[in-house]
């Protein structure tokens, strides 16, 4: 017989879960509720007068084409930084993971920029390519490259995408190796044997066997790109030039936070809910049915 | 044990701590004063709190100006404002339109009974910030204007005479040429590119930057910043760029470092930052004029301010009041200004303070700090040049700088990005009329 415990109360276990709802519902639902109430009003900066205006918070973004470029920023910046993240922390895995002697350093340090904050990778970044003291700027100016990304967007988006994937390539590093260390040393012996090269054992084996990993990577990584890149921005371009920099999260920050337009920020965040609902969505329904467990 | 070893010492601090909390009103001041600054608004802290034993000023730095100001929004919000809060020139329009959240200068010093004469402080500086039935609204504390300042041992390498600085853009051309081929990196420089190639500029060529005289006789302004004028100086600079001659370097200050550190042979920045470059540069320099058009007719007019006023939160005691109004007081006596002036770079507010400083001989033995009050007195102000009240112009000067950028950055003719600007401008000018109707 299956031996199973049971509650019988009908309703301890709604007071063991009431913590976990409360919490959930005070720090979670009630701001997100709060700030779609807020995206149909329009109000003074210091909430002396409010009133309601249906959708045109709404009405007034679309109709702004810099908002819609940010759209586009966006998308490339969370392709680029999530891509290349990927990219980089699935080669510097496979190299540690077939490293022996020293191994645990190499692993320790590659672990290591995880631990900076978004802010400060920002502000080293924006160190090295400083427009006028950075010592990569210095090298650029050397070979000829007019390296001013506080004028030039292309420049800038290029350090925000770098300092937000450094950051990131530790934490993807990390589950590759994991990832690949489950994978059983028989199963590419046994390639091996076949006369499979390395290339062809990666892709044939390795990859497909990761690739829950990478997709939960994926995820994770596009979630990071969008939302806690704020960091990252806010310390060194600030949305700019031109907007060239101004991701989504950046732009409601600043025109709520430091432009006190609280009906367009909600607005703008109540997009952005609807945009992170979407990609779960599209992520778990369609991407997800190609990966093997 | 430990507990009540802990609870002991709680409760001596608290009987330590308690007297001085309780014969002392503290008086909250949000500030966005940084580095030397911030050292010497602690100063006139100290100074306040040993003049007198009934308040106790605690000055706090809050961030940047937009920072702090939103703060002061937010602590408004959940019914805890500071006594006195610090707002720049830009944020004007937003303080001014909440009522009921603001208590007027003028009221505030009528209430606590404190003697107070507007007509004594600097009239190019009152003007921005008084309201049209003649109220002065809020404090004026740190007000600078837009000046020009030269390198001169720079000037000296390119064969310039560096004591003959360029007085027209012609002449300022010719200037940022000859440093360029002297091999200068980075012959001209700015700080805040909104402020000065715009908003100064407008003044100083007697241009409307808005319609309703810039804003002051009214909500219901427009932008009118793609005039011939205002394209014929952006197209120039971004001409400058192309040719070397100029470098952008941000948004902010960050052209004052490039100056000081003798990359950057000119700059035009705040006159505030002359402290800093005395301080820090290890060359010769200059502050003048800025630069202007000769072909545009009535230039030069005069420059406007920029900077911050004080401004009192509501919802306060009337004792804390009391003590607020005393501190303005101490605030003007003109020692404490000249002071702040000489130390600062930014201007005097009272017109005692200037004669005071003027009759110690400070100007003859520091030039360049006299620049701005002559910049801003070069004229009688006219409608175009008394100042400027734009609503969310937070937002309004962001957008500026960002059609900027795209103008330098070869992205956009000049005439696109100004029409773009102004478009965009309105549309923050009419979302702000809306929520302060």
């Known amino acids: 017989m299956e031996k199973r415990v049971v509650f019988r109360s009908a309703w301890l276990p709604y007071a063991l879960l009431a913590p976990q709802i409360a919490v959930t519902l005070v720090f979670f639902f009630w701001p997100a509720g709060q700030a779609i109430w807020y995206s149909f009003q329009l109000q003074d900066a210091f909430g002396l007068k409010t009133q309601f205006v249906g959708l045109e918070n709404f009405r007034a973004l679309f109709n702004d084409p810099h908002y819609l470029a940010s759209f ?8 680029l930084v999530a891509i290349s993240g990927i990219a980089i922390a699935l080669l510097l895995a496979t190299m540690a993971d077939r490293v022996i002697r020293g191994a645990l350093a190499y692993r320790t340090l590659l672990i290591w920029p995880y631990a900076v904050a978004p802010a400060v990778a920002g502000v080293l970044w924006a160190f090295l390519f400083a427009p006028s003291i950075g010592i990569v700027t210095y090298v650029l100016k050397k070979n000829g490259v007019d390296w001013n990304w506080v004028l030039q967007g292309d420049q800038a988006m290029l350090l925000v995408v770098i300092a937000s994937t450094w950051k990131q390539v530790s934490y993807n590093f990390l589950f590759f190796l994991a990832g690949l260390q489950s994978i059983p040393r028989s199963l590419i012996e046994a390639a091996a044997i076949d006369g499979a090269g390395p290339g062809r054992r990666f892709w044939t084996i390795v990859f497909p066997l990761l690739s829950p990993t990478t997709f939960f990577l994926l995820v994770v990584n596009i979630v990071y790109a969008f939302f806690d890149t704020f960091g990252v921005i806010d310390a060194t371009t600030q949305g700019g030039p031109a907007g060239a920099t101004q991701i989504l999260v950046y732009k409601a920050y600043y025109d709520g936070v430091k432009a006190a337009d609280l009906g367009g920020s909600s607005a703008q965040s109540a997009i952005l809910m609807l945009i992170v609902i979407a990609l779960t969505v599209v992520q778990f329904r369609f991407v997800e049915r190609k990966v093997q467990y | 044990m430990r507990i009540k070893t802990l609870a002991a010492a709680l409760a001596a601090a ?49 961030g940047s100006y937009p920072e702090s100001m939103t703060a002061a929004i937010a602590a408004f919000r959940a019914g805890n404002p500071p006594h006195i809060v610090q707002v720049f020139e830009v944020g004007t329009a937003t303080m001014m339109a909440a009522k009921g959240a603001i208590k007027p200068v003028t009221q505030l010093m009528k209430d606590a009974g404190e003697p107070f004469n507007p007509k004594a402080y600097l009239p190019a500086v009152t003007g921005y910030y008084t309201d049209n ?21 720079a000037f000296k390498k390119a064969g310039l005479d560096p004591n003959k600085p360029p007085k027209t853009w012609k002449e300022f051309a010719v200037a940022a040429g000859k440093l360029k081929a002297s091999g200068q990196a980075c012959a001209y420089t700015t700080g805040w590119p909104s402020w000065v190639h715009i908003e100064n500029f407008s003044a100083w060529h007697n241009v409307p930057i808005g319609t309703k ?92 301010i920029g900077g911050a006023t004080l401004w009192v939160m509501s919802g306060k005691k009337a004792a804390d009041y009391k003590g607020v109004a005393k501190f303005f007081s101490y605030l003007s006596r003109p020692e404490v200004q000249m002071d702040w002036h000489t130390s600062t770079g930014y201007v005097p507010i009272t017109l005692a303070a200037y004669e005071m400083t003027k009759k110690s001989g400070y100007y003859e033995k520091n030039p ?31 957008v500026f700088e960002e059609e900027m950028e795209s103008v330098l950055q070869g992205k956009k003719p000049a005439k696109a990005a100004m029409d773009d600007a102004v478009k965009r401008g309105n549309v923050i000018l009419r979302k702000f009329e809306a929520a302060n109707k």
């Not at chain 2, 204007?145 to 030269?150: G, L, P, R």
């Open chain 1, 72 to 79: 586009r920023i966006t998308a490339l910046f969370s392709f």
């Open chain 2, 14 to 62: 608290g009987l330590l701590a308690a007297p001085a909390a309780f014969a002392q009103t503290e008086i909250q001041w949000w500030h966005s004063m940084s580095g030397q600054h911030n050292d010497k608004i602690n100063e006139i802290a100290k100074g306040f709190n040993a003049s007198q034993t009934e308040y106790k000023l605690m000055p706090v730095y809050k």
């Open chain 2, 133 to 153: 039935r003649g109220n002065m609204l809020s404090m004026p504390f740190n007000s600078s204007s837009a000046i020009f300042y030269i390198n001169k041992d």
């Open chain 2, 213 to 304: 005289e810039n804003g002051m006789a009214g909500i219901d302004t427009t932008f009118q910043i793609n005039s011939p004028a205002h394209v014929k100086h952006v197209a120039m600079l971004a001409d400058f760029a192309k040719n070397g001659w100029f470098t952008y370097s941000g948004r902010r200050q960050e052209g004052e470092d490039r100056f000081i550190s003798g990359e950057c042979g000119m700059l035009t920045s705040s006159s505030s930052a002359i402290g800093k470059i005395r301080k820090g540069a290890k060359f010769e320099f200059s502050a003048h004029f800025l630069p202007y058009h000769d072909d545009i007719k009535g230039a030069p007019q005069n420059s406007i």
């Open chain 2, 368 to 398: 360049g700090v006299d620049v701005a009050i002559h910049q801003l007195n070069n004229k009688a102000p006219t409608a175009n040049s008394k100042g400027l009240r734009f609503g969310g112009f937070v937002q309004g000067r962001e």
